[in-house]
Structure formats: structure tokens, C-alpha cells
């Protein structure tokens, strides 16, 4: 930890001060460089929590995409490895089964795991790979400027949507989510947000069964985190997490979808399955 | 150590030194002419003795990249594929170059370009030694030109792959990954210790110990120089490899007036020519390249200043002949014959070639 | 010594472990072997062939295109290696199937009924066993001991018990091979 914040946090202390929130130890000191009111801190931070608590850091072997979280493994005080474009699934397989007793999780987004890497999530899913998925689902292309994903909502707007995603032109939004619950390799699938203290609560919950049920070797677990692209969306932050909630979460509904092998209590499957999509204004 | 004496098919002999010579892992996708490597595999179920780990993925573009996370763990890990499924796994390829990940991959050739053929083929020289994917890396490639070539190259693979933190290429072809040989095999050797594996890749991602920074890897780099500093290193390594790591073989290149040049199943095709050519009383050399990346460029220079002309071999519509051409400066007369689409020459047409194209 | 040796018929009728036992037979007898296959859909029902090398010497290339003998077992594979043969090589062949009898005049030429010998005696999975020892009456390149053990090898050891059967099949393949003179 960076020397002067903790000399002067000891000062405190000794001043009278409690400590009452730090930052988890499984986070590096790098500055992260996600914009303002984006989800991936957060999300980072829940997960590096979850390491920390359940006591792993030395055995969790990280794999990051490319997107927006493609420099991760500099934020994570974990061994990571850099995936290509959409593989991290694939390279996640070959470390856990080269490496059993180590805990592997993937970090991707929407355009890398539900776009290019489609055939290894789901490969990766239905072999069901003793391993941690996380899914940061922000409906765009950040990275590369605000470009249409897989995950884009119909009607809204991106680089190459600028009149609002058209069925006909670019088929549905895609519910990887709902389609990895319907694989018996899974054995874990939900879908958290982290706009507010009561989500982020819920989701962090959610990232440490996905993480504990490693020790089960029962499949797969995967969790996908709603979150705002404040940038791509041309919106501010507190816009954009009211937006996701108006429009983002209909689609997208919070909640687990498949808890211990089993689709969750009053999850409709036909429902996930044949849902046609709310077309948004924006 | 035990030699053993077997009849196997090359490919075969792939699979069975991937387990004797304590490789970890191996991920594959199936297409002839090498299937049999990965069905070798299943059925020697060498998890059950070793404790290698045998998948079969979805792709061949899920087969590298699934090399690239087993062996960024530090361990020996393999593919092999043909030809289009080698195009595929170009991606991983510059990946494993760029974050610098030693593991193995063969390619046994078939005919090109597309969809191609089945059969043998040699096409595959410029994607192997020029950089069949993006940016300024190489793979170590070594021909074999037999079975027990097949078989033993493997075990130099890990050599080469480890000392250099680089990926090589086993550069074969239909021809021999189906043809059967006489074999000596070995013992197998144990896979390594989790000891072994911390020494031996210390840079490996099995988990940060308390006591030692993450490591990570990437081939990422945001900042140009840091970008240029890393590209000079690699090409440092790349030169070391030229200095210390090439191989090839002479036959009959002392007393010779022309040499053929030729690698591979090719090579095996021209020393039958070069033995028709000594009958007839034509003094022929044979310039056998085992290693396409590290190129032999000073030992053939040094065999062409004696020659009247060089033939080169291969089964495609001359490839290797560039770097012959630049290893010679040009300065002797040199010709390219070859058959591809997965026709192989014949000794005959060899040296009807030769004596067409060079001695007239 | 070295022998250049195509054997071609129809998938299923042993041609590539008939090779295999020869190649085998000739690695226990300490020489240079090798065996090259057809390979691919052409294999599956339709043609299948293999070049065998036995020799004493290191084998230069495996693939050949000109044979010192060529064993035939269906008019498909007399039709397009009759021609390969070397002036004064061997050429045998089953006459089960074939309507157009070979006619070079510059080559040995025999006959071996053993598809109707190996049908009439109930022995047909080891029909080319009979084949093979037709070959090695005319050219005993590799000793019946080493034969046993390349049988050995080449045979998974569930099935080691018929190799009493498949050796008596080489016997019956001795006696049945006949010249033929092409008029």
C-alpha cells in the first residue's frame, strides 16, 4: 500500500479515529482507468473482496478480455493471464484443468463473451468447466467508442445504431444469461446490478457463492453484472443508472436464474426462452 | 535408458512422445491428415498414468487458446492441427509469441489454399517461418523428415520452448504424419514436480504465493517505447536462436558439383533422386534443412560457393526458395521444382528437374 | 536388398494390415521398413493401397511410384498399377473380380486364388494372410520366425490366439500361387 496514505491513516488512528472502510488488500494501487460511474469498480472491488474473504488470493488465477476491462490484471493483486478477443473461457478451461486446486474466474463484457468469444462461452458452459464466468453487461461497445453489441437493447442508439437497433437489420438483443441456465454444464446463473448499496450487496453475495461453488466441482458459475456505460450512452452517471433501471433491467430482469443445478424459484423457462424484447426510447 | 523398437505411424509418434516426454496437457480439434494424434491420446488415457490432461475442444481457435492458459501456468502444453486448422489457430499464435508462453504445436500440411486437400502438401512454409499471424514474431520450426524424427523432435521441443520462452512449431506433413516407420521409443519421462514447474517457470500463473508479486500475462502494451524496448528484445532472442539453434543435415555435399535443398518429406524424395543422380554419375548433394526458423543461412552459403547450381524441393510453388536465394545472395544458379495441390514429386521428376533446370 | 512393394484393393479387404504384418515381420528381422498409406475418403468402400519398403540399407523416400512387386486384389488397383511395375518385377494378383487379366509381357505375372480358397475353407478374415504367404513363396524376403513376431505386434493381444491360424492361412497361400504366361 501506497506509503504516505498509510502513514497518514496510522496518524489518524492514533488521533481517535476508527477505521471503518478500507480497500481490499487483493486490490493493487494501480489507478484504475474506467471512467466515472462506471460498474467495473465496483464489480472489480466485489470480487476482490470475495478472494479476500474466502481466503484464496494465492490460488486464484484471473483471466481478463479485451474491452474495457482489458487491463484488469493490473487492478487485481492476483496471477492473471490476458486473454484474446472473446477466448478467455477457453484459456480459462486449460488452467483449471491443468491446475485443479486452483480457483480460475473470467472478466468479460458483452461484445467478448456474447459476440466473438459465443463459441467458447458456451463450449466452456456445456463441458461444464469448474470455473467462475463474471459478465459485465453494458449493452455497448465501450472501449472502441459506443458501437452496437450483442446485448444492445432495440430502438437504442450506438455508433453503428445511431437511429436506435433495428430487429430487422440487426436481429434481438441476446439473453446470453437465460441461454447458459438452459445448459446442464451450468450449475450457477444469475444476473446482479450494482447501481445502488442494495444491489451491490446482492451482487458481491452472488460473486462469492460463484466462487465458492468451485469447491463443489459441479459446473459452471456464471454471473452477469448490469451496468451503465455512462460514456457510451452519452449520458451523466446518475442518468445512466436510472436509464439501465428504466429500460436495461425490463429486458434484463435482476435475479438468480439457476441456483445448485436447478432453475430458480419462479423463473419461467418459457419465459426466458421466448420473451421477445421492450423496444426503448432514447 | 529403455529403447524401445516399435512400427508407428508419425503422427502416432507424436502422441506417444507428448506422453513420454512428460507433457501436461494437450488440447486438439480433429482434422486429417492428423487425427490420430488426439485419437492416440484417448486411447493411451495417459491421465490414468502420467496424469496428462487430454480435452478435445470446440475449434481449433478453443484448442491454442486453451494452450495458451495451460502453459502460462508453466506447464507443457500442446495442439496439433493441419493446415487450415493452423490458420485458425493463427491468433493464439502471435499471442503466445507476445506474451512469450513456451508450448508445442504441429502442423501436419495438406494441400491449399482453402479448404485444399487432404493430402501432403509443403504450402505452409511462409505462415511457419515469416509470421502467420500479426506483428514481428517467430516460432522455433523444425522439420522432421522421418518417424523417429516425429518422435524426437518432441522431446527438443520442450528443450528449445523453455529455454527460449517461446513457442515452436513442429512443421510436418501428411506424408509422414501417415507413414509408417521403425521407432525408438523411450521410457517415459515423469511430468514435472510442482517444484519443477516453479523453477522451471517462474513466471508462470498457478497462484500468487504471499511472498512474490502476481505475475501476469500479456502481450498488451499501451506505451510505444515500452512496446519498441519489448520488440527489440524478442528479436535479441531471435538472434541468439540463429546463433545457437540451427540444425540441418549434409549428405554427399563434400565432392558435389549441384545440391538439391529440401526439408521434410521432400527431403526424403530428393535423397532418392540424389542417389539415382550418383549412379548415373552426377556428383549431387543433399542439403537437408531440419530447422526452417532458425534458418541455416551461414552452412548453406558456405556449401553453395562450391556448387555449379542448387535445386530446391518442396511441395509447393516455392517458398523456401526465398530464403535459399537470400542465404546465397543469389550467387549460383537456383531453381525451384516442386508439385503441390497434394500431388508428391517422384524421385525421377527430381531429377528430371535437375538436370533440365540446373545442369543444362 | 531392397524391396519396393504395392499392395492395392478395395477397403475392408486387408490391404493396410496386410502391409503392416509384412513392414512389422520385417522390423523384427532387423530391417529398414516403411508403410505408406492412402489415405482420406477414398478409403472408406473404395480403394485402399499401401507402398511397403523392406531393405537393408536406410530408406530413402517412402513414397514411390515404381515397383519391384505389386500385389492386386481388384480390377480398379490392376488397372492403375500394372503399368508401375518395373520391367522384370512381380506382379500378383486374385482373379476374384477381375474381367480384364494383366498383359505385360516384361514383368512375372501370377495368380492366387484366394478370396474362393479362403471362402471355400471358411478362413475369409484371414484371406489376405493367404495373399501374403503367396508373396513370400516367390520372395522370401522375411523369415517365418519374424513373421510370428510381427504377427505379434501387429495384432491387438486379445486376438493373439488366432495367429496359429493366420500363419497356417501363409501356408495355404504357398501352395495356391500360380504362374501365369501371358500369350
Known sequence: MNQDIEARK????????????????????????????????????????????????????????????????????????????????????????????????????????????????IHAANRGENITMIFVNNGIYGMTGGQMAPTTLVGMKSATTPYGRRVDLNGFPLRMTELL?????????????????????????????????????????????????????????????????????????????????????????????LDHPLTVQQ | MARELQLMKGNEAIARAMIASGTDGYFGYPITPQSEVMETLMAEKPWETTG???????????????????????????????????????????????????????????????????????????????????????????????????????????????????????????????????????????????????????????????????????????????????????????????????????????DAEYIIVAYGSSSRIAMKAMQMAREKGIKVGLFRLITLFPFPTKQLAEVAAHVKGILCVEMSAGQMIEDVKLATKCGVKTEHFGRFGGIIPTPGEVLEALENKIIK | MTEEIIIAGFGGQGVLSMGKILAYS?????????????????????????????????????????????????????????????PGGLLIFDPNGITHEPTRKDINIYKIAATAKAQELGISKVFNMVVLGGFLKLKPIVDKQYIHEGLEHSLPQRHWNLIPQNEEAIEIGKGLIEAVQVL
Open chain 1, 10 to 121: 496510522q496518524e489518524l488512528l492514533k488521533e481517535g479515529y476508527e477505521e471503518v472502510y478500507t480497500r481490499t488488500k487483493v486490490l493493487t494501487d494501480a489507478v484504475m482507468h474506467y471512467c466515472p460511474g462506471c460498474g467495473h469498480g465496483t464489480t472489480h472491488r466485489l470480487v476482490a473482496e470475495v478472494i479476500d474473504e474466502i481466503g484464496i488470493q494465492d490460488q486464484v488465477v484471473g483471466v481478463s478480455p479485451v474491452g474495457c476491462s482489458v487491463l484488469a490484471y493490473n487492478y487485481f493483486d492476483v496471477d492473471f493471464q490476458e486473454a484474446a478477443h472473446g477466448r478467455a473461457p477457453a484459456v480459462a478451461t486449460a488452467v483449471k484443468r491443468l491446475n485443479p486446486d486452483t480457483f480460475v474466474f473470467t472478466y468479460q463484457g458483452d461484445g467478448d463473451l456474447a459476440a466473438i468469444g459465443t463459441a467458447e462461452t
Open chain 1, 181 to 273: 441456465a438452459t445448459l446442464p454444464g451450468t450449475y450457477y446463473v444469475t444476473r446482479q446490478s450494482v447501481q445502488n448499496p442494495a444491489a451491490v450487496r446482492k451482487a458481491k453475495a452472488a460473486i462469492r457463492k460463484a466462487f465458492e461453488n468451485q469447491k463443489l466441482k459441479k459446473g459452471l458459475s456464471f454471473v452477469e453484472i448490469l451496468s451503465n456505460c455512462n460514456s457510451g450512452w452519452k449520458m451523466t452517471p446518475v442518468q445512466a443508472n436510472k436509464w439501465m433501471e428504466d429500460n436495461m433491467m425490463p429486458n434484463y430482469p435482476i435475479g438468480d436464474i439457476k441456483v445448485d443445478g436447478k432453475i430458480a424459484e419462479g423463473i419461467d423457462v418459457n419465459r426466458l426462452v
Open chain 2, 52 to 254: 496428462m490432461t487430454v480435452l478435445q475442444a470446440e475449434s481449433e481457435v478453443a484448442s491454442i487458446n486453451m494452450v495458451y492458459g495451460g502453459a502460462a501456468t508453466g506447464k507443457k502444453v500442446a495442439t496439433s492441427s493441419s493446415s487450415p486448422g493452423i490458420s485458425l489457430m493463427q491468433e493464439g499464435l502471435t499471442y503466445l509469441a507476445g506474451a512469450e508462453i513456451p508450448c508445442l504445436i504441429v502442423n501436419v500440411m495438406r494441400g491449399g489454399p482453402g479448404l485444399g486437400t487432404i493430402q501432403p502438401s509443403q504450402s505452409d512454409y511462409f505462415q511457419s517461418t515469416k509470421g502467420g499471424g500479426h506483428g514481428d514474431y517467430q516460432l522455433y520450426t523444425l522439420a522432421p523428415a522421418s518417424v523417429q524424427e516425429m518422435y524426437d523432435f518432441v522431446f527438443d521441443a520442450w528443450d528449445i520452448a523453455f529455454k527460449y520462452r517461446n513457442p515452436v512449431l513442429i512443421l510436418s506433413d501428411g506424408a509422414i504424419g501417415q507413414c509408417m516407420e521403425k521407432l525408438y521409443t523411450r521410457d517415459n519421462m515423469p511430468r514435472w514436480t510442482e517444484e519443477e514447474r516453479r523453477k522451471n517457470a517462474p513466471w508462470g500463473t498457478w497462484g500468487k504465493p504471499a511472498n512474490r508479486n502476481h505475475n501476469i500475462i500479456t502481450s498488451l502494451e499501451l506505451d510505444s517505447a515500452r512496446q519498441e524496448v519489448f520488440n527489440l528484445k524478442l528479436q535479441k532472442k531471435y538472434d541468439e536462436m540463429k546463433e545457437k539453434e540451427v540444425r540441418y543435415e549434409m549428405l554427399n555435399c563434400e
Open chain 3, 26 to 86: 520385417g522390423v523384427m528381422q532387423d530391417k529398414e521398413v516403411s508403410w505408406m498409406p492412402s489415405y482420406g475418403p477414398e478409403m472408406r468402400g473404395g480403394t485402399a493401397n499401401v507402398s511397403v519398403i523392406i531393405s537393408d540399407e536406410r530408406i530413402s523416400s517412402p513414397i514411390i511410384n515404381q515397383f519391384d512387386t505389386a500385389i492386386i486384389l481388384n480390377q480398379q488397383s490392376l488397372d492403375k498399377f500394372e503399368a508401375s511395375v518395373k
